[in-house]
């Protein structure tokens, strides 16, 4: 059984029906069932289509139904729900998970109580052991390893896995959640894994009650309990969002919801924090020296020969315009830019999960709940820890910092847990001392921060949970058996719950700002080209739209914006952009026309006049060119790279001496291959043939270039080699000699 290709039509049928295509959905559920052994959903499909090609009868034929409407939204609920159903029968048989073996086992166990089918509360296999739960005064703390204990941690389980497994809910999983919700009986801790559980549930089988149970946890209010509610309502929400206009008593209930300013601010940050999610394997590669910006495509050969976009030090105010700065810093702290490592890490950047990666091979997190249990002091995982001699005085503190640092998720504090007592003993005393400091600052933090921030805790606890969420669904054994709901795009800001709870103006602007601080262009531009009808005169929208096209490489697309940008207010860095995509696009003739405007607007401006330089490069007119490069030369004396090019106009100019005083100056610094090239060039034009063999050599056994990127790079020179003076028909003598010589 292909169980990829029921997934796939599982998901394309969802498509399906949210378009309203029925008869295509119709089609591929007829395909599903033909892969199930279970009969009654093949007469339920039956029923579906006899009911379909009736109400398609009926309005071909005109006759008027005042239900009708009600009953198509019932029949597409219906394909919909059977589609689960299906999915669901042929997963459990064909799919070898570990989620079905467990809800096999269940299934045994409870068919052992003689009750096969739960109704009530009083039909489930674990009710006596609940009940006896209880009956327990809410002041008993049992040993860890007394039998109460070990009863109640498998009572635990048993609710867990019950909640997550059930495929529809009933009168017993509400009698159960109002349970755990209103007896006290149950911790909070405990509380949250099985809101966790419901989450999971409806990520496997979509049922509205599921829903209305989360909105119910998220308003009892309990804090670490709620956000967990709220975050699992959203994930679904924006999962099922093609379901969600079909189902109107769940549109209508987050309506109600979203009067309530405290609702979507909340939202506002399980959201932002959702969408920060994107950033983590970015943040991990970068912090491990993983990657390195790409060349762009259109770059020309000059620059890479030249080294032309490194004269000067990277200057902040030529890329993103500075104009900018100011509206970023109105802005709300989530929408600020965020450049140093503990910025993001405050504002809940996930900065540790390539550091904890490698800490989740423990037993600990081979039992499925543990994935998800917020941190706690008194979790029994500590006990090792107590028996530690030099770990154990300080375990009490040590797990309150622990508990306490909102800059470690519960499923990493687990792991760091685990992984203390294999450490040397000088590194288990040094992580005491610095847990010590820790909770010092963490109580000054809290009375600095609770009476200026009253959504600190909230925000902290979404943060730790979406982020223990993240590595269940990138690193648990159990994660192929879950569709990874953070590999998607995650534009939850074009889904209908965020019409719905946000005012969409607003927090589209913030979120398009956020966007683009964080280098997501595309998801920037689609935000900022909503904006455009409402703000037709704001120059900056149109300047970040064009930003955001160049760096995403539409180079026409960014000069019609920046064109309409400098329509409005005309600016050098405007200007300059223009030309850039001008010489980004090959027109060097108007982007040496718009770099020459800039230079009158601003003719002190370095950036400028390297520009200007550049495109004279481009256009050959190396006299002009090198008037440029001199003034760069001469107000910046130390830097060694403004050398290369002028070297390189003297050379094509033929002025032999004066490149080679510069290539000689310049070879105090570090040359690379294309400088040896060009030296090789010089010393052939000079009548130095072996000396330019050697340099050409050098180049290539540097190991900055290949031997087939030498001869490109060679043909490309063969013209101006040829009118420096050199034989055309010597060149290819040449390159042989020097093939043999590097063998």
Sequence with gaps: MDIKKTILQHKQLCTFVSEKKVKQSLDILSDMIASTTTGNLRDEFDNLVMTYRNMLSYTIEGIRDPERNKVYLKLIQSILELSDKVRQDILSHNSGWNTYWVKQQAEKEQKLTGKTIVETVDDLMFKSDLDEWLKLSNEINPDPESEISKKHKQLIKNIFNHLWLTDYYGEAEESLINIFLSSRKFRWYESCIFTTAITLSSFRNWQTEKLHHLIKIYESGQEQVMERALSGLILNLHYYNGRVILYPEISSRIKEMAAVPGFREHCRLIVLQIIRSRETEKLSRKLNDEILPQVAKLRPRIEEKLDLDNILPNDK???????????????????????????????????????????????????????????????????????????????????????????????DKYSLILNLKYLPSSQKSMMLKVFRMELEGLEQLEDDESVTDPNKKFRTNVTQYLQDIYRFFKLSPYRKEFEDIFSGKLDIYNSEFFRLTCNAAEAEAGLADYFFSKDFYDDALSLYMKQVGDKPADSQLYEKMGYCCQEMGDYEEALKHYRRAELIDRKAWTIKKIGLCFRRLGRDEEALEYYLQAADLEPENLHTAIMTAHCYLDLREYEKALNYYFRVEYNDPGNLKILRPIAYCYFALGKFDESEKYYDRLSAGKLNAHDLINMGHLALCQGRKKESIDLYKQSIISGEITREKFMAIFAEDRSLLVSLGISNDDLPILLDYLLFAIG
């Excluded at 104009?323 to 503990?342: A, P």
Aim: some cysteine; hydrophobic content about 40%; glycine content about 4%.
């Design 317 to 411: 105010n030529e890329g993103k315009n500075p104009d900018w700065l100011e509206m970023f810093n109105d802005s709300e702290e989530i929408f600020k830019t965020m450049e140093e490592l503990t910025k993001l890490q405050m504002e809940g950047a996930d900065v540790y999960m390539s550091a904890f990666a490698n800490l989740k091979h423990f037993d600990f997190f081979k039992d499925f709940q543990n994935w998800f249990v917020p941190f706690y002091p008194d979790h029994e995982i500590l006990n090792e820890i107590f028996r530690d001699e030099v770990l154990g005085p300080g375990t009490n503190e040590m797990a309150e910092a622990m508990y306490k640092t909102p800059f470690i998720c519960n499923s």
